[in-house]
Protein backbone atom coordinates (compact mmCIF):
# COMPACT_ATOMS: atom_id res chain seq x y z
CA UNK A 1 0.00 0.00 0.00
CA UNK A 2 1.35 3.08 -0.98
CA UNK A 3 1.47 5.98 1.34
CA UNK A 4 2.98 9.15 1.34
CA UNK A 5 2.30 11.57 4.54
CA UNK A 6 3.91 14.63 5.30
CA UNK A 7 4.27 16.46 8.20
CA UNK A 8 5.96 19.57 9.45
CA UNK A 9 3.10 22.33 9.14
CA UNK A 10 1.84 24.94 11.09
CA UNK A 11 1.48 28.65 12.63
CA UNK A 12 4.36 30.88 11.83
CA UNK A 13 5.11 34.34 11.93
CA UNK A 14 6.43 36.13 8.74
CA UNK A 15 10.18 35.77 8.71
CA UNK A 16 10.24 32.31 10.67
CA UNK A 17 11.29 28.73 9.63
CA UNK A 18 9.64 25.26 9.16
CA UNK A 19 10.17 22.25 7.84
CA UNK A 20 8.30 19.81 6.52
CA UNK A 21 8.60 16.06 5.98
CA UNK A 22 7.34 13.32 3.73
CA UNK A 23 7.65 9.60 4.49
CA UNK A 24 7.11 7.19 2.17
CA UNK A 25 5.99 3.84 1.90
CA UNK A 26 4.97 0.99 -0.54
CA UNK A 27 7.37 1.63 -3.26
CA UNK A 28 11.00 2.04 -3.81
CA UNK A 29 10.98 5.69 -3.12
CA UNK A 30 14.77 5.85 -4.37
CA UNK A 31 13.92 5.61 -7.33
CA UNK A 32 10.87 8.53 -7.78
CA UNK A 33 11.98 11.96 -8.26
CA UNK A 34 10.23 13.79 -5.48
CA UNK A 35 8.79 17.42 -5.27
CA UNK A 36 6.95 19.54 -3.21
CA UNK A 37 3.63 21.40 -4.21
CA UNK A 38 1.37 23.81 -2.62
CA UNK A 39 -1.78 25.40 -3.22
CA UNK A 40 -2.88 28.49 -1.88
CA UNK A 41 -6.86 29.44 -1.34
CA UNK A 42 -8.36 30.68 -4.86
CA UNK A 43 -5.31 29.63 -6.50
CA UNK A 44 -3.87 26.78 -8.85
CA UNK A 45 -1.75 24.27 -7.21
CA UNK A 46 1.81 25.25 -8.10
CA UNK A 47 5.86 23.55 -7.80
CA UNK A 48 7.28 24.62 -5.08
CA UNK A 49 10.26 22.78 -5.41
CA UNK A 50 11.81 19.29 -6.74
CA UNK A 51 14.89 16.76 -6.17
CA UNK A 52 15.04 13.92 -8.75
CA UNK A 53 19.09 12.43 -9.33
CA UNK A 54 20.87 14.42 -6.95
CA UNK A 55 19.37 17.53 -8.77
CA UNK A 56 17.37 20.26 -7.26
CA UNK A 57 14.76 22.89 -8.99
CA UNK A 58 12.94 25.77 -7.09
CA UNK A 59 10.37 28.31 -7.72
CA UNK A 60 11.61 31.70 -8.69
CA UNK A 61 9.17 32.72 -5.89
CA UNK A 62 11.14 30.33 -3.46
CA UNK A 63 14.20 30.52 -4.27
CA UNK A 64 17.05 31.22 -1.49
CA UNK A 65 14.55 30.40 1.06
CA UNK A 66 13.63 27.24 0.35
CA UNK A 67 15.98 24.30 0.42
CA UNK A 68 14.47 20.49 -0.71
CA UNK A 69 16.42 17.47 0.46
CA UNK A 70 16.17 13.74 0.49
CA UNK A 71 16.99 10.81 2.63
CA UNK A 72 16.67 7.29 0.96
CA UNK A 73 17.44 5.78 4.42
CA UNK A 74 14.88 7.36 5.98
CA UNK A 75 12.62 7.27 2.69
CA UNK A 76 11.65 10.73 3.46
CA UNK A 77 11.78 14.02 1.55
CA UNK A 78 12.14 17.29 3.45
CA UNK A 79 11.45 21.40 2.55
CA UNK A 80 13.25 23.49 4.72
CA UNK A 81 11.71 26.66 4.55
CA UNK A 82 13.54 30.00 5.60
CA UNK A 83 12.35 33.64 5.85
CA UNK A 84 8.91 32.82 5.49
CA UNK A 85 6.02 34.82 4.25
CA UNK A 86 2.52 35.56 4.30
CA UNK A 87 2.15 34.88 0.42
CA UNK A 88 3.45 31.31 1.68
CA UNK A 89 0.31 30.53 3.06
CA UNK A 90 -0.97 27.56 1.80
CA UNK A 91 -1.63 23.21 1.91
CA UNK A 92 1.68 21.80 0.52
CA UNK A 93 1.87 18.06 -0.93
CA UNK A 94 4.52 16.16 -1.88
CA UNK A 95 4.48 13.93 -4.97
CA UNK A 96 6.25 11.27 -6.03
CA UNK A 97 6.86 10.72 -9.89
CA UNK A 98 8.90 7.80 -11.64
CA UNK A 99 7.94 8.02 -15.64
CA UNK A 100 3.84 8.06 -15.71
CA UNK A 101 3.54 6.66 -11.96
CA UNK A 102 2.68 9.15 -9.76
CA UNK A 103 1.42 9.27 -6.28
CA UNK A 104 0.17 11.98 -3.67
CA UNK A 105 0.08 12.80 0.01
CA UNK A 106 -2.82 14.44 1.47
CA UNK A 107 -1.16 17.86 2.54
CA UNK A 108 -0.14 19.84 5.54
CA UNK A 109 -1.06 23.40 5.88
CA UNK A 110 1.48 25.78 6.24
CA UNK A 111 0.18 29.45 7.30
CA UNK A 112 2.37 32.56 8.02
CA UNK A 113 0.51 35.24 9.67
CA UNK A 114 1.69 37.79 12.85
Known amino acids: QVQLVESGGGLVQPGGSLRLSCAASGFTFSSYGMRWYRQAPGKERELVAG??????NYADSVKGRFTISRDNAKNTVYLQMNSLKPEDTAVYYCKAQLLTRTYWGQGTQVTVSS
Open 51 to 56: ISSGVT
